[in-house]
């Protein structure tokens, strides 16, 4: 099986190409993917014939076909992603002023079961692979008639629970032969896997972190998110404290509103107890209803109410309206229940994962 040339550092792919083309072979084709994102060597006009055959010869250039797409009326779009195995992904893609932010998936599905999550009810059928990843980057850059400013690992999946993948393609895309993408706009998110947090502090990648906190006391945590049994808000708060240590980039926190369940003054004093000596920015984010689960979303009185209190918090917060909400693409409301994929039986990423190119 032939190497998907989209999960290829174009490092490797330089020295690997130097071995039967001009080096200046490698800079045009990755012009024509990454910055007017042609993916058919075909169109690559200034290529040569033996070097587009050896191209398609060598090296996997499928991408995923788009099935569906739907388009909200904030102007947010989400495209679901058929795979090569037929599995699905959701992306979305999100306007906001200036800004053009991508809500990038990193599994088919979840394992976390997080319980106002709708991915979650999907079960983790198997983790993206760098070039999935890097695909729903480029095809997003291909729908867009605005670039991308934004990226963020916060779609489908435990972005940490599939860490070398993850931390792989942002090394590829913000090397700068291919998006130059700026870590200071990179996000990647998580529910809280401590030794995740931990492993990426010390990758030496760049780029920011966000956590689904959503309660600063254990046992209304722990109802909502099942990781909190096994890693703790105390144990969450340790590694918080070892990634800001190694990151010039301050945490984010993300809050789910739920009325009846983490919105009371108990909530926000325990909140404000946790994040004391936190550098941090908390992003409270109404709940989006998911018509299969039973939480509903707050009114906007009682939203009103929260964030007048939630500003005597010593951190900088803020009101997250989601977006896309409407074509069910907002925070908590991506799902794909047509998947025939039977779920994995493990959740630890593959560490031995490195993809390189095969040679003829």
Not at 24 to 38: D, E, F, G, P
Not at 42 to 67: E, H, N, R, Y
Not at 239 to 260: D, H, M, N
Request: one cysteine or more.
């Amino acid at each position: 099986m032939l190497n998907s040339l989209y999960g290829v550092h174009p490092e490797e792919l330089a020295k690997f190409l130097a071995a039967y083309f001009p080096a200046y072979r490698c800079k045009q084709l990755l012009h024509w993917i990454y910055s007017r994102y042609v993916f058919d060597p075909g169109q690559m006009s200034d290529l040569p014939a033996d070097f587009k055959d050896f191209l398609t010869g060598g090296f996997d250039l499928g991408m995923p076909s788009i099935k569906q797409k739907l388009s909200s009326a904030d102007g947010s779009v989400k495209c679901r992603l058929s795979l090569a195995d037929s599995a699905q992904i959701e992306l979305v893609l999100m306007p906001e002023a200036k800004k053009l932010t991508l809500c990038v998936s990193s599994q088919v599905g979840c394992s976390r079961g997080c319980s106002f999550c709708a991915t979650g009810s999907m079960k983790l059928r198997r983790n993206l692979e760098v070039h999935e990843i890097v695909q729903q980057i480029l095809l997003a850059a291909a729908e867009s008639d605005k670039p991308i400013t934004n990226l963020v690992f916060m779609g489908m999946g435990e972005p940490l629970d599939n860490l070398d993948n993850v931390l792989y393609a942002v090394r590829l895309i913000q090397d700068a032969s291919t998006l130059a993408f700026s870590p200071r706009r990179t996000t990647i998110s998580t529910c809280g896997i401590v030794p995740g947090i931990r492993r990426f502090a010390d990758s030496g990648v760049k780029a920011k972190l966000a956590v689904s906190l959503n309660s600063a006391r254990d046992e209304v945590r722990s109802e909502l998110m099942p990781v909190n049994a096994r890693y703790p808000l105390q144990d969450l708060k340790s590694a918080l404290l070892y990634f800001l240590q190694k990151s010039r980039f301050r945490v984010t926190l993300e809050y789910i509103l739920i009325p009846g369940v983490n919105m009371s003054d108990a909530d926000l004093k325990a909140l404000r107890k946790f994040c004391g000596d936190l550098s941090c920015k908390i992003n409270f984010i109404p709940y989006n209803s998911v018509p299969f689960l039973s939480y509903r979303a707050p009114s906007p009185t009682e939203i009103e109410a929260f964030m007048q209190k939630a500003q005597s918090l010593p951190q900088a917060v803020t009101l997250r309206r989601s977006r896309g909400s409407d074509v069910c693409g907002a925070c908590g409301q991506l799902v794909v229940n047509d998947i025939k994929n039977k779920p994995e039986v493990h959740h630890e990423p593959d560490r031995k994962h490195r993809p390189t190119p095969v040679r003829r």
